[in-house]
Each structure stands twice: as C-alpha cells, then as structure tokens.
C-alpha cells in the first residue's frame, strides 16, 4: 500500500494442465521458443518491431498491400507509426476472411438479448450480409471516407453492424454513451466535425422507456455540420423525424446489396474516435487506427482471456465505453461469438445475468467490482440453481477491486476454480497496461504482470525503477505498442503535456502501482486520488477495502480534504446495504475498523452514508467529483457519470455542515 507495503495475500488460484495446454499464450510462447511468461515479458517490451510482427503474424491479420516495415519512430516515440506502407480494412479480417471457410461462416458471430427477453443471433455470414447493406446504404446517403459519424445507440445488433459498416467504407467512428445527455452529445459531434448520428427512438431500461431520438435532436440543434441522421427502431416509439435530415434504419438499409467492396484504407487510417473525460476542461478525443485499437484488443483478449475461436465472450458494457468496441473487435478478429445485453444486469431480478450465462453458454464473462459489490447483497440464492459450467474464467476491468468482493466472486459464484483476469489499461491503451493470463498463478485483486509487448514499469518520483524495491509508484511506460492513441483529435499539445510531459519519452498514465516479492502488480488508484495525511501518501482503496470488510457497507469512497494542522484530512462515504441502520453506532464502528486496519493516524475525520456514489456506465466511481462536491468546487467534465443525481446527498451535506445519514 501507499504508505506500507503491498498486499500480503496469498496465492488462491494455480492453472490446471488444462488451461495452460489449450491456452493461447502457450502456444505463441512455444511458436517462438520462449520459455516462460518473464522471458516472453522481456523480449515482448525490448523488441517491439518483433513482437509487433509476431503478434500479427498470430492473429492472422491480412493485409491487401503488405506493409514495408513495421513501426517507424522517426517522429520520436509519442507519434510511432506502424505497418508503414500497408494496406489494411480491419473489418475484412472481422468477416471476410471467415467466409471462405463454410464452417466459420456458419458460426455464430454475435448474439444479442435485449432487457425484455428478444433474442436475435447473427451467423458471420449472415452479419457480413447486414454489414454490407449497411455499408451500401451508408453511400447512398452520402458518406465517404473520412467522414466522422456518431453512434448514440442501445447495446443492440444494430449497433455492432454500425461500428463495422463505417469502418468499412472507411468512416470514422464516434461512440457515445447511451445515457448522455445533449450537452454531452453535441460537444463530441462538434469537436469531431462529425457529418452523421446514428441514434434510436428510446430504450429501455429497468422496463421503464428512455428517449433517445428527442435527446439527439437537442443536441443537433447546436451542431451545424452533421447532415444525416440513421434512427432504429428500438421500442415503437414516436420519434419526430426531421425531412431530408432524418431516414429510419428500416428504410434505408434493409433493401441494399448485401455485397459491398472494402474501402482500401491505409493501415494507419483512422478507425475511430474515443472520447474520455479528463480532470479538468473538455473530453479528450484519443484517435485510433485500422491497425491499432482493433489488434490490441484482439492481442489481450487471445493472451490474456484466452478466447478461442467458437467461445462466448460477454462484458457488461455500452459501446461509448472503449470495452464495447473492443468486445466487438476482439472477439471478430478471433472468430469468437460477441454476446452482447441491451439491459440492466439485475432487472427484473438479481438473477438476470447468471441467466445470460446460462442461456448463451457463455465461456468469458467481463464485469466490474462495482457490480459485483451490489450483487453481494443477494447472497448466493440468483446463481446457486444456474447452470454456469460453461464459464470458464471471469475479467474485469473500470476501477481497482477491493479484497472482500474479489474473494466472493471467486470463492462463492466460481467456486475457487474459476480464475478472475484483472484487466487494466485505458482509452488511450485500446487494453490493457496490466493483465492476468491463464499461465500464471492468482492472489486476491492483483495482476499477473504487464500484458506482452508493454514496457511497464512502477517509477519514484525522479523517474527511477522501483520495481526491484517493491515499493509504491507511478505506472509508466517506456516504449510504444501498436494500440497506443495516436494522440488526442485536433488537439497534440494536450496529448503530449497529459502523457509525455513529466519524464522525457516515457508514457505517465496516472494510476499508482506496485510489485510484490512474488512479481505480482497491484494498481492502488489514480495518482491524482492519492490523499496525503500528515506527510503519508495513501491510495483511496485502502480506506474502501475497509469500509467494505464491513458486513453493513455495500461500497465507499475516500477523499481528502483541507486541514489546518495535518494539511490532508481523510472524509468518506459509504453506501448502506441497509439504509435503516442506525447510523451513529455504525459510524463508530467503522471509525474504529479503519484505525485498526490502517493505523490510528489514518482514521478518518468523518463518514457519511449516502444512497448511492456518483459513478460512469462501466461503474468507475468518480473520487474527483465526489471532492468537488463536497468542497463546493466546480465539477468539471460530468457527462459520463450514469447517475448524476448521486451528487445530491453529498451537496446538502456540505449545505447542512452535518453528517448525512440516509
């Protein structure tokens, strides 16, 4: 921990001969004579043009004009560019190459279940056919290479075929979260220039309807340069449709050839723009490429999860999170089946997604401590009579986890057999910095290392290794990989001042991270969440993972706050199982579990209960806002946050200068 050691836990979780003989990172280890995980982690990080070419050599990747070199870094490391030369649409190897083959065309290629039970699956023939009228039906209406599109869309099957058909007449893709309001909507539009949206009329969610049409059109009215707008038809809806701007899915693309020509993009053409919220000013719109984000998530998904062509692979997820694309291309690129849900995973009940689990045999299933926090709360009875012996491994990325949730997840729903790949990175990463894999043994939140071909290291505050120390640092990298952004959209000062601006050519990420004796990471927050008590740096996770030991508390948060004499005091939150708890004894409780836990000076100075924590759609609680609020600072950037509303408590808290209790 920040101001300790690292976690002292112990190995649960040792691979059978059975992962590590059908896993792929065995067999990419053996192809190039490689005898252990270590020996692949340094070649991989001191070799990348070798382990760029390898990495595309495995996952099969074609090229319709080879490529003369594979990354060029004659612009410095910050702005690498890779497969010089080539000829690359990402979405020829997603589909087209499965087609030759009658037995993977015939496989399924994504599966879909909306909230209200419809479920609809699509064959990779089949989905290559709606892709193709799609892409036509794209041209029709006007768009060309370059052109920048948005989608604000549920998570249905039409929305994957979106993503795909723009990449292949080689548009620009702006995911967006379905649950943005229109200040949100317009200001990526805008800043990206797009010239189209895909949207729907409304979704559902939690069976109650939510517009979707009326929220675009608010926001359209701020943006002059989108031209066309394609709107499926979700819930029957009466959406108002604009003449000559607005054309229904069903209208347009239904009826156009399903055959339709690549767009030839270049290898490092763009493939999509990703925007992430920063601390402070507008979202940041990180640029990613046809041979970058796409190859990354496939590399971390074969490597890491060891998805195999044929396996079901569902992450708990919205396409305006990265986790979305790369659920979709990841799973393409390996001939796997996506599963994807257009729902609430505890609606109508606690049940519903050990249910999908069951019902789509689904082998690899991604979701986040959070969720996992609100379902303990259920006990064991919603996945005690399921069948889920067709999951063979959880992930699980969006926040760092803490001990007690890890261990019920592992220990309860997969009985201490089932592995949990902890999975870290970010946007500008297309995946993952840190990862478990199938090779390597277990212990409770931590990772296996860092994920094959990232120059990881944990560094002191004058830019040294601390690996070797074993103690608490910045999360660094030092050389490129082929799914790093390439850079922010319009904007490379801001690239260069957020990720390269502190250490001369090293990538700064932001999270703080430590090794154990055993090799074993550990990410212990954001840096710019770090509390310092008294001259004591202390990670806001030590605090929760405390709080949440507790059998009343659902989730916490830890912040600091001004203090005249310690310079940093300690205030928390914390979210009640049991709302009717009395709140005074509880408190005290918890007061005195953190000081035994921590250490008497690290007590906190006040806990508050509140219903619920400000968090986005991939549940990352936002420490930052929380901060904000109850310091009566501005908030900044809040359009990814799902539940805004969760500011109130923490607001008539600051206005009642008391404890809130619930």
Not at 282 to 309: E, L, N, R, S
Not at 454 to 477: F, M, R, Y
Not at 574 to 603: F, M, N, Q, W
Request: glycine share 10%.
């Amino acid at each position: 921990m920040l101001h300790g050691s690292t976690p002292k836990e112990g190995i649960v979780w040792t691979p059978t001969p059975e992962y590590i003989e059908r896993s792929n990172l065995k067999a990419f280890m053996d192809h190039h004579g490689l005898g252990s995980v270590d020996e692949l982690a340094a070649r991989s990080a001191n070799d990348v043009a070798w382990f760029t070419q390898a990495v595309l050599e495995y996952l099969d990747i074609q090229f319709h004009h080879p490529y003369t070199q594979v990354v060029n870094l004659d612009q410095g490391i910050q702005f690498p560019t890779w497969c010089v030369g080539g000829g690359l649409n990402i979405v020829s190897n997603c589909l087209d190459k499965w087609l030759s083959d009658p037995e993977s065309a015939a496989r399924p290629a994504i599966v879909s279940e909306l909230e209200e039970g419809t479920v609809e699956a699509l064959t990779y023939s089949e989905l290559a056919a709606e892709v193709n009228r799609c892409a036509n039906g794209l041209r029709s209406l006007g768009f060309v290479k370059g052109d920048v599109v948005g989608l604000f869309m549920p998570m249905t099957i039409h929305v994957a075929i979106a993503l795909l058909a723009l990449a292949r007449i080689g548009a620009i893709a702006l995911p967006l979260f379905s649950g943005f309001g229109a200040g949100a909507i317009a200001s990526r539009l805008n800043d990206a220039g797009a010239k189209g949206l895909f949207t729907a009329d409304a979704q559902y969610r939690r069976g109650s309807v939510v517009a979707m049409k009326v929220t675009a059109d608010e926001a359209l009215q701020s943006v002059a340069s989108v031209h066309t707008v394609v709107v499926c038809r979700r819930v029957n809806d009466e959406a108002p449709m604009r003449a000559g701007r607005d054309h229904w899915w069903h209208d347009v693309f239904p009826t156009q050839d399903p055959t339709a020509a690549y767009e030839p993009t270049s290898a490092e053409d763009l493939l999509m723009i990703l925007y992430t919220s920063g601390t402070t000013g507008a979202p940041k719109g990180a640029v990613h490429t046809h041979c970058g984000f796409p190859v990354k998530a496939a590399q971390d998904m074969a490597f890491g999860t060891d998805v195999h062509a044929g396996d079901v692979v569902y992450w708990m997820t919205d396409m305006g999170w990265m986790m979305g694309p790369w659920l979709i291309f990841g799973t393409l690129l390996l001939g796997a089946t996506c599963m994807i849900y257009d729902g609430a995973p505890d609606h109508p009940g606690p049940e519903r997604l050990w249910r999908l689990v069951e019902d789509h045999g689904i082998h690899v299933l991604g979701l986040s401590p959070t969720l996992v926090r609100s379902l303990i709360a259920y006990g064991d009875a919603p996945f005690a009579d399921r069948d889920l012996s067709s999951l063979r491994l959880f992930a699980s990325t969006g926040e760092p986890w803490n001990p007690d949730p890890w261990r019920w997840l592992f220990e309860r729903v997969g009985g201490g057999t089932r592995p949990i790949i902890n999975y870290s990175g970010g946007t500008e990463i297309s995946g993952g910095i840190v990862m478990g894999n199938p090779l390597q043994p277990l212990k409770p939140t931590a990772f296996a290392g860092p994920c094959p071909g990232i120059a990881a290291d944990v560094v002191d505050e004058a830019g040294q290794s601390l690996l070797a120390a074993g103690s608490v640092g910045e999360l660094v990298i030092r050389a490129p990989w082929i799914g790093m952004t390439r850079g922010f959209w319009n904007d490379r000062e801001r690239y260069l001042q957020t990720y390269w601006s502190r250490w001369d050519g090293i990538w700064v990420h932001g999270d703080w991270a430590a090794v154990d004796e055993d090799g074993m990471w550990y990410l212990l927050g954001r840096s710019d969440d770090t509390i310092n008590v008294a001259g004591k740096r202390v990670g806001p996770t030590e605090f929760e993972s405390a709080l949440v030991s507790h059998e009343s508390v659902a989730e916490a948060a830890a912040i600091g706050a001004p203090d005249e004499i310690k310079g940093t005091r300690v205030v928390c939150f914390c979210v009640l199982y049991d709302h009717t708890a009395k709140a005074e004894i509880l408190r005290d409780e918890l007061l005195s579990l953190v000081a035994r836990e921590l250490g008497k000076p690290l007590k906190p100075s006040a806990i508050f209960f509140v219903r619920d924590l400000p968090k986005t759609r991939n549940a990352k609680v936002m420490r930052r806002i929380i901060r904000s609020a109850y310091l009566g600072e501005p908030y900044g950037d809040t359009s990814s946050l799902v539940n805004p509303e969760a500011l109130e408590d923490i607001v008539q808290m600051r206005a009642d200068a008391r404890p809130y209790t619930g």
